[in-house]
């Protein structure tokens, strides 16, 4: 079965207002912990996920490994809706 990720908390925890750029770190129902890169359109303002790294809190669930691998990049569009829903954006 496919991996779902599912987003059970979201914390916005740096915001830069000169470019736009900002960074929520969320935990998945697996336990894994991320930080999500965000920035926004230069027009719209619309955020938009750029980036994600697992924190290595937890071996990945996807692969196991307890560093680094890049499963989670496949996710970023996925987690990055659910964080800045969670964190009211
Ligand atoms: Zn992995």
Do not use: W
């Amino acid at each position: 079965m496919a991996y779902q990720p599912i987003v059970v908390e979201a914390t916005k925890v740096s915001d830069n207002p000169k470019n736009g750029l900002f960074e929520i770190t969320v935990v998945l129902k697996d336990r894994n912990h991320c930080r999500v890169f965000f920035e926004r359109d230069a027009v719209t303002g619309a955020p938009r996920p750029t980036d994600i790294n697992r924190l290595y809190k937890e071996p990945c669930y996807v692969c196991k490994k307890d560093f680094q691998c890049d499963c989670m990049d496949s996710f970023l569009q996925t987690i990055g809706a659910q964080a800045l829903t969670m964190v009211g954006m």
